[in-house]
Every structure is written in structure tokens, then in C-alpha cells.
């Protein structure tokens, strides 16, 4: 696996560009974009119509880059490997760079640098051919003060602007029309032309600033938000504590330390205060409702704070009317948001889109995981009504037919035509090769809604609404019973993806089972079967969990959802390991996600990889996916789910209690963690050994005293009030 591409985010900034820094102009994802708008589709550089040689690029940190060039061929009288180029790129509230040109001869040296920069203001949705319009009628680019503006006017009169500046001012300036990313749509710009004079072993230097903003009809202009820069972004964008962790493998701490980086860049600010984390970049950056809850929740046993904002945005845009072209409902919970031309002008629904069935019990198995691990009870009766809407939502709409089970139908044409996390028009299909009859429930939407009420009827039941808890708990339990009864198959030993609108089963033989363990609703026996079913070779790769078996005729290694491997889908299958303590399952599945993030460049775990065997021997290597987001958030999540899973840490703010039930495989001797809070205390511990063989130490932070620890039959409670 290779990078082939410089992704870089800052807050609402995003920059897709080729290794050697360029933003070409040709290739699709190219680009400067601000609010799913491309405000750049070229930025070039050239030093005397010379080839640049790349000698290498990038950073650890996603905001910058570092990119080294030199000439590869002899010109004006410098030979080859001469001259150096370096492009020094940071994004904040506009893209900066940095351009240095160095003559390491031992004689003067006279050349010419043009930046050719060029902008098509494209909407994203057009770019990936999903709502094609027509071509914008750019505006010829213009001098601006000390800036040249490039700029397009679009049909309900929103102006969107690019203002590019350089320090020293350009020698020369020559306006032009390049050839777009798609035929017939032109893009136009411009050519700085710099004459640098550089002597004997210097420096010529230009600076080049490009900042994007929105102008709408009817409102305030629109320029990039920031949460902060450099250091500062350190301690301020988990809005709270990080828990620090530390483990015996320089390779798994190198991981963390990649995914920590990768989730706090996708930390976005939102207009009206607030934060959310993005579901990735390029495509995906901006508020989903599903990726975010579960990032959410990847992130909750280590920070909370990401949680409570994600709750409150996602309740404050919570669906209130019957809306079908945005598939909004009164009580759903948002799918995507999006700010681009086409959302801004009406002719997409995802301007605000509900086109999810799982986002809403997901929103409530957030709130109730996040008051088992906070206590925070004034975050429940703050979201008390969007609870009580929520919950209304799932019985009023979703229950149908004898069963009860939570299904959809797609509702508009424009929308999507599978509403769970495998969205894609294919993602669901029968096992015999049969049409799949709507309405749909699949499985892993009724282990969300299972969780959901199971949990909350505690937290009603502390609140001292009794009547609601006993409620939820008995629905809960009558879900439980249905699904047991219809979804499982006895002759495969396993739980089928679906269940249609003609009373069948699908019976397709999927990793959706994964999350239903997570869910804690299948009974201890099948859920045995079905965590050794999902180990057997036709789903297992050796990376991580097939989406569909080998055995179904959909099976396709390089489908998006029909037997690709992605992480994140992994990811619930260590939480239902853990939740039934299948722990040779979980050791084997961390280990296999572990290994494919070894095996990643920069150890950064993708959004997902094709469905192939995994090669023998330790040079086998992953096969990439065309086309996928990188970094991708709840794929980023991925190591620590593997580090709380191998913990077994379950917190329980209301009685004070830490419980641990470690499991440390071969490759990993001891894990530290300081800060992980429970409550409003927090503690420190230590693991180490290997299996279910280890030592644990806890102590309060507070006192950096021990706390006393009890042994129960298969695990630790520590108390942390003493």
C-alpha cells in the first residue's frame, strides 16, 4: 500500500493535491476546498519549464506538509541535482506556502518560477458525478488590491471567491483558460511569473496565501473557522482531558499516535458554536449523523467531551416535520449535512438529509454509554425531549407489521436506497440472488434499538420515571425474542443480514452479526456460534471480517459493501467479542487489525480494503480499495476500540466503579493509561502480562493511592470513591 496523494485539514480547509505538492487540474479529487466547494482546482510550479525530481514529502502532523524537489535534468547552465525546491504548505484560515528555491553551485544562477493557479468551483457532488449540472460561468479573474481574485457567480447569487496573494508580488501576471477535470468545463486563472536572481549557494524565496470565502444573497459572508493552531490545537480541541495511553509496542504506540492525530484533525467547527468530528476527507467532511456517533463512541471511554457535543448538534438538528425529499421525520436524527452549491440551491436533499435508519437509535446508545461513563444526568434532562422524540420516532414510524422490527423504505429517488451503514444501491441482496422485498429491517438496526432501550431504562429508572424504564426494559426484551426468533437460521448456526417485507429472512451470510453482538442481544449460546461462524474462512480475510462470505453470489473482493474488510465494522465485532467474552475471537481479531495497520503507510488505518486472503508470510501486504477516504474517522477509532476491548474496561459512574478484565495477546507485554475518567474521578492503571495472566494496578489520581480492587469470577472492580 502507498500513498499516492498529500491529504491535508484544518478545520474547514481541505487540500487533496499529487506528492511533489501540485494540485494538477487533472485528476478528480484534486483541489482547495472550503464547505464542499473546490476553491482551487490547480496550483503548479514550475522553475524554468525544468522537470522537478520529488525526493520526498509530508509530515506527521495533517495541517502541513514539507515538500522537497530538485531539477532532474541540467538548464541554464545548472546541472542536474543543482537546484532544490521547497514547498513549505500550512493550512489555518487560508492555504500559506512557502516556496524556496535554492542554487547549491558555486556560481550565480538566474531563473524563472511560475505558479499557475487556476479554480472550476465545483461542488463535490459534481466532482464525484453524483448530481452533474451544468457548467458555472466563471468569472474572468481579476487584480484585487495586492490579491487576484478568481470568483463565480452562481444562479440564486452566491459568490464564491478565491483571493490569491504572493510576497513579493509576481514579475509578470498572465490571465488564462486551462483544459477542466471533466470535457467541456474550462476552468480559468492565471500565471505569476517570478524572474529570481540566486547566487552562490542561496535562497530566493516566494510566499503565496489563498484564502477562500462565501458570499450567500441573503447572509454574512462565510470565511473559514478555526479552533486553533500549532500547540494550542494540542490541548484545546478535544474540548477536555485526554486519557494518555502507553504500551510495551513502539509499532501499536505509533498507530495511536497516528489515529489521535488523524481524529483531532477532523474535529470541525460548526457556525452557531460547537464541534463535530467529520467522517473523512476528501468526500466526507461534514456532520453525519451515523459516522459521528460512533467515532463518538470509539472515543468515549478515553474522552467524553466529543460525545456531549455530538449529542447536543445532533439534537439540535433533530427532524420535525414530514419531509419526504429530505426523508426527514419528526424525531430522526440528521444522516448528512452538506453546504455546498448544489445543497445551498436546493437541487440535492443532502442540504439536510435523514435518509438513515440508524443514526436515531445510535444517538440514544451514545447518551446512554455516556452516562454510564460520566454520571452526567444534566446532559440526559437537558436532551430529555429529543430523547422522548427520538424513542417516539422508532415506535411511531418504524414498527410494522407482527414483529416490530425497525425497517425503511426509500422514499425519494434522489435518496439513498439502502438506509444502513452499507448504503450503497447493491449493499443488500437475497442469498439466493432473489429481489429483496421492502420494507427492509436489517439486523444490526434492531441490536442498535435493543441497546438503546435496554440502556436508557436504567438511566430513566435512576431519573425516578419508573413507568418509562419498565417500559423500555419490556420492549427491549420483546425485541430480543423477535429478532431471535426470525433473523436466526439454525441450519447456518448464524443470524441472517435482513428481514423483508414478505415475512423472510434474506439470509445472506454477512459481518452485520458483528454488530448485533455488540448490542449484547443474541443469548450466550449463539453468540458463541456466531463469533466462531464469523471466524471461519469464507468471512475472515486474516485482515479483519468480510462484509458478505465468499459462499453469496454478490460476493465481489472489490465491492464498496459486498466482501470488502473495513475496520470499523471490526470494530463492533471486539465490542461484542468482549461483551460475551470470546476472548481467542478477540485476540484474533485484534491481532489481524493490528497487523493491517502495520501494514498501512504511516500506519493509518483506511476506511477499507478489499476482501482478498491475506498472503503468507510477513511481507503480505493489504490490497488497497480504489477510492476510499483517507484518513476516515470511525476507521481511525479502530486502535482504541483494540486497547479498551483488550482492557475490558467498563465503567459505572453512578456506583463509583471501574471494572477491567484484561486480555493482552503475544505482542503486547503491559499497557499504562493516566487520566481515564469515570465520573468525575479519574484513575491511572497498569496491565501487564499476557492472556487473562497478568498483574493490574489502579490508582486514584487524586491520592496516587491504590484502590482496593475485588476479583469476581472473570474480571476486576476497583471502587473509586475511597
Not at 396 to 406: D, E, N, S, W
Not at 628 to 635: D, F, M, N, V
Request: charged share 20%; hydrophobic share 40%; proline share 6%.
Amino acid at each position: 500500500m502507498t500513498l499516492s496523494w498529500i491529504v491535508q485539514k484544518h478545520d474547514e480547509l481541505i487540500v487533496v493535491g499529487a506528492t511533489n505538492g501540485d494540485l494538477t487540474g487533472v485528476a478528480t479529487a484534486d483541489g482547495l476546498y472550503f464547505r464542499d466547494m473546490r476553491h482551487l482546482s490547480t496550483l503548479r510550479i514550475a522553475v524554468d519549464d525544468c522537470p522537478l525530481e520529488l525526493l520526498g514529502s509530508g509530515t506527521n502532523a495533517i495541517d502541513r506538509a514539507d515538500i522537497h524537489l530538485v531539477n532532474q535534468v541540467a538548464f541554464g547552465g545548472a546541472p542536474p541535482h543543482s537546484i532544490t525546491v521547497t514547498r513549505r504548505r500550512q493550512l489555518g484560515d487560508a492555504l500559506r506556502e512557502q516556496i524556496s528555491v535554492t542554487n547549491h553551485n558555486r556560481f550565480p544562477i538566474a531563473l524563472t518560477l511560475a505558479i499557475t493557479v487556476a479554480a472550476d468551483f465545483r461542488d463535490l457532488y459534481d466532482i464525484r458525478d453524483f448530481l452533474p449540472h451544468d457548467p458555472p460561468s466563471l468569472q474572468t479573474p481579476r487584480s484585487s488590491g495586492e490579491a487576484i481574485e478568481l470568483a463565480y457567480e452562481s444562479p440564486d447569487r452566491t459568490r464564491f471567491a478565491t483571493h490569491v496573494s504572493f510576497a513579493p508580488a509576481p514579475d509578470a501576471v498572465e490571465m488564462l483558460t486551462l483544459d477542466g477535470t471533466r470535457p467541456g468545463r474550462p476552468t480559468v486563472g492565471f500565471v505569476a511569473n517570478f524572474s529570481l536572481a540566486i547566487a552562490a549557494g542561496m535562497a530566493a524565496e516566494v510566499a503565496l496565501t489563498a484564502g477562500p470565502s462565501v458570499q450567500p444573497s441573503d447572509g454574512p459572508l462565510e470565511v473559514p473557522l478555526t479552533i486553533g493552531n500549532g500547540s494550542e490545537r494540542e490541548s484545546t480541541d478535544w474540548g477536555g482531558d485526554f486519557a494518555e495511553i502507553r504500551t510495551s509496542n513502539a509499532r501499536l504506540n505509533d498507530i495511536l499516535a497516528r489515529a489521535l492525530a488523524d481524529l483531532r484533525a477532523l474535529i470541525t467547527p460548526l457556525r452557531g458554536g460547537g464541534r463535530i468530528i467529520a467522517a473523512g476527507i476528501p468526500w466526507y467532511v461534514a456532520p453525519f449523523g451515523r459516522d459521528s456517533l460512533i467515532t463518538a463512541r470509539q472515543l468515549l471511554p478515553w474522552n467524553s467531551a466529543i460525545a456531549a457535543e455530538t449529542l447536543r448538534y445532533l439534537a439540535s438538528t433533530q427532524g420535525a416535520v414530514d419531509d419526504p425529499w429530505r426523508d426527514e421525520q419528526p424525531g430522526k436524527i440528521m444522516h448528512e449535512m452538506r453546504f455546498g452549491e448544489l445543497a445551498r440551491r436546493d437541487l440535492t436533499p443532502f442540504s439536510r438529509y435523514y435518509g438513515t435508519l440508524d443514526a436515531t437509535p445510535l444517538f440514544l446508545t451514545l447518551l446512554s454509554d455516556y452516562l454510564d461513563t460520566t454520571g452526567d444526568s444534566a446532559l440526559f434532562g437537558e436532551l430529555r425531549l429529543n430523547v422522548d422524540r427520538a424513542l417516539g420516532w422508532i415506535d411511531t414510524y418504524l414498527h410494522t407489521g407482527a414483529h416490530g422490527f425497525i425497517n425503511y423504505s426509500p422514499n425519494h429517488e434522489r435518496g439513498l436506497v439502502n438506509q444502513g451503514w452499507k448504503d450503497s444501491h447493491d449493499a443488500v441482496q437475497h442469498a439466493d440472488g432473489g429481489d429483496i422485498v421492502a420494507p427492509i429491517a436489517l439486523l444490526e438496526a434492531q441490536g442498535y434499538v435493543y441497546a438503546a432501550k435496554s440502556g436508557l431504562s436504567r438511566h430513566f429508572a435512576a431519573a425516578g420515571d419508573h413507568d418509562t424504564a419498565h417500559r423500555l426494559s419490556s420492549e427491549a426484551e420483546a425485541l430480543r425474542s423477535a429478532v431471535e426468533t426470525h433473523f436466526w437460521m439454525e441450519n447456518a448456526g448464524f443470524y441472517s443480514e435482513a428481514f423483508m417485507g414478505d415475512g423472510r429472512p434474506n439470509g445472506a451470510i454477512t459481518s452485520n452479526p458483528l454488530h448485533l453482538l455488540a448490542s449484547g442481544l443474541p443469548s450466550q449460546e449463539r453468540a458463541e456460534r456466531t463469533a466462531a461462524r464469523l471466524l471461519e474462512p469464507d468471512l475472515f480475510t486474516g485482515w479483519g471480517i468480510r462484509t458478505l462470505a465468499t459462499t453469496m453470489p454478490h460476493y465481489n473482493p472489490v465491492s464498496y459493501h459486498c466482501s470488502s474488510v473495513w475496520p470499523h465494522d471490526n470494530a463492533f465485532g471486539l465490542w461484542g467479542f468482549r461483551s460475551y467474552r470470546q476472548l481467542a475471537a478477540l485476540d484474533q481479531l485484534a491481532t489481524a487489525l493490528f497487523d493491517l495497520a502495520s501494514r498501512c503507510p504511516i500506519g493509518r488505518l483506511p476506511e477499507l480494503v478489499c476482501g482478498y486472503v491475506r498472503g503468507d508470510g510477513a511481507d503480505a501486504l493489504p490490497i488497497d480499495y480504489p477510492t476510499t477516504c483517507s484518513p476516515q474517522a470511525w476507521a481511525a477509532g479502530v486502535p482504541l476500540v483494540i486497547l479498551e476491548t483488550l482492557l475490558g474496561l467498563r465503567a459505572d459512574a453512578a456506583r463509583h466503579e471501574l471494572t477491567v478484565d484484561p486480555w493482552l495477546p503475544d505482542w503486547l507485554d503491559w499497557i499504562e493509561v493516566d487520566g481515564l475518567r469515570v465520573g468525575n474521578a479519574t484513575v491511572s492503571l497498569r496491565v501487564s502480562g499476557h492472556h487473562d495472566r497478568v498483574d493490574l494496578e489502579i490508582r486514584s489520581d487524586a491520592s496516587r493511592k491504590p484502590l482496593m480492587i475485588s476479583r469476581t469470577d472473570d474480571s476486576y472492580v476497583a471502587n473509586i470513591s475511597t
